[in-house]
């Protein structure tokens, strides 16, 4: 099998989750770090023409998206994993999820970490509101599973961990969600989980 190539950046929770999975189905990939100076070469446009990561390269193929990418990637390469299960309930439980970590959690925690860590200019008041409208929710319908679909994880707990994980360094605390906690805690145990590096919380967003 000729090897992927990916291009992101390791601070990305979009880049993260297909990585996860890249490993986590043990495919052989290339990594190519692709910071805000490659993303707006022509080179990397062409991949990519809004110069978003991430971006992978299966041989002629390009594919954007990271949900969309880990659809891919298991369609094409482990069909008959548990990652992206075919019933027809689980299936749209899976895509309803990724839904979630397209709307809620972007503009949700991953809005405030993109503030708070790399001053981007969002709504910060805004992604707290939506942040503590969703993850009591997330918590309450995480009290009695180990994960989010089925007994085992699917792309849908890879779609919405790396974002709610890193939720702290946005300035949001998870103590008050222990169910949220045991299933960060039952991804990094998978075998081939890696974590994003950690960022410190700045001082001046003490108390944001």
Not at 76 to 101: C, F, G, I, N
Request: hydrophobic share 45%; glycine share 4%.
């Amino acid at each position: 099998m000729q090897t992927l190539k990916l291009y992101g950046i390791p601070v990305s929770g979009h880049s993260h989750r297909v990585e996860l999975l890249l490993k986590m189905l043990n495919l052989p990939y290339e990594y190519c770090p692709a910071p805000a100076t490659v993303r707006s070469s022509k080179e990397f446009l062409r991949l990519n023409p809004l110069g978003q990561i991430p971006v992978l390269l299966d041989d002629e193929l390009i594919l954007t998206d990271s949900n969309a990418i880990m659809i891919y990637l298991v369609k094409r390469y482990a069909p008959d994993s548990h990652w992206l299960p075919e019933a027809p309930l689980a299936s749209a439980q899976v895509q309803t999820w990724l839904s979630k970590a397209s709307g809620e959690i972007r503009y949700g925690p991953a809005s405030c970490r993109m503030v708070v860590q790399f001053s981007v200019p969002e709504d910060y008041q805004s992604a707290l509101a939506i942040s503590a409208r969703f993850l009591p929710k997330m918590e309450q319908h995480l009290a009695e599973r180990e994960f989010l679909v089925t007994p085992q994880p699917t792309i849908a707990d890879l779609a919405c961990f790396s974002y709610v994980s890193a939720a702290p360094e946005g300035g949001i605390s998870l103590e008050p969600f222990p169910a949220i906690k045991r299933w960060i805690k039952r991804i990094e145990a998978l075998p081939g989980f890696f974590p994003m590096p950690v960022l410190p919380l700045p001082a001046q967003a003490e108390g944001r």
